[in-house]
T-cell receptor, first 114, second 118 residues
């Protein structure tokens, strides 16, 4: 158990819909990362938050947004969903974003768009 | 931008034998970290081992060890005494040192599928 909790584990929805993925980091971790794993794109970094502030952005679509709340949990919002958004979405956390401390991953949320 | 290349889509190994997975990366930075993550069929991402670029000594974690060749930008993973539970997808990942734009994001390779046969 990595200590990172992601909910829900599975999500099935239709094109055009909006979903919210939730992540609770490990106790003591201030940094939260979101990654997308798809068959064609592999594992891609989406966005990172540190102590409530956005720190780095990767290949995140404009239809996607995220935030980190004062209690440090994070949410990834995906809107106007397309078939290509079907993927495994991982949240990871680390103590900070700059030391040698590794990122620990949650079990992921599998999103299926029908 | 950094790139991570894993040139072996799949590697097969017999139980108790040794297998080596290759990883090369491209960077102009001198301060960075390298990781190997394991993803079993359960799809979890499990940290296997990590290496700081400033350390010359190769990291070791039980049956897992790395061969870090900084000049060659190579970071291979050796799995000794392979077990059935080692069967998984293995990802090599690069993380920059302190930078203002990447701030700790992981750049992953495409992965190598390890098949362990009895």
């Amino acid at each position: 158990d990595s200590g990172v909790t992601q909910t829900p584990k599975h999500l099935i929805t239709a094109t055009g819909q909006r979903v919210t993925l939730r992540c609770s980091p490990r106790s003591g971790d201030l940094s939260v990362y979101w990654y997308q794993q798809s068959l064609d794109q592999g594992l891609q970094f989406l966005i990172q938050y540190y102590n409530g502030e956005e720190r780095a952005k990767g290949n995140i679509l404009e239809r996607f947004s995220a935030q980190q709340f004062p209690d440090l949990h994070s949410e990834l919002n995906l809107s106007s969903l397309e078939l290509g958004d079907s993927a495994l979405y991982f949240c990871a956390s680390s103590v900070d974003g700059y030391s040698n401390q590794p990122q620990h991953f949650g079990d992921g949320t599998r999103l299926s768009i029908l | 931008a950094q790139t991570v290349t894993q040139s072996q889509p799949e590697m097969s190994v017999q139980e108790a034998e040794t297998v080596t997975l290759s990883c090369t990366y491209d960077t102009s930075e001198s301060d960075y970290y390298l990781f190997w993550y394991k993803q079993p069929p359960s799809r979890q991402m499990i940290l296997v081992i990590r290496q700081e670029a400033y350390k010359q000594q190769n990291a070791t974690e039980n049956r897992f060890s790395v061969n870090f060749q900084k000049a060659a930008k190579s970071f291979s993973l050796k799995i000794s005494d392979s077990q059935l539970g080692d069967a998984a997808m293995y990802f090599c990942a690069y993380r920059s040192g302190v930078t203002t734009d990447s701030w700790g994001k992981l750049q992953f390779g495409a992965g190598t599928q390890v098949v362990v046969t009895p």
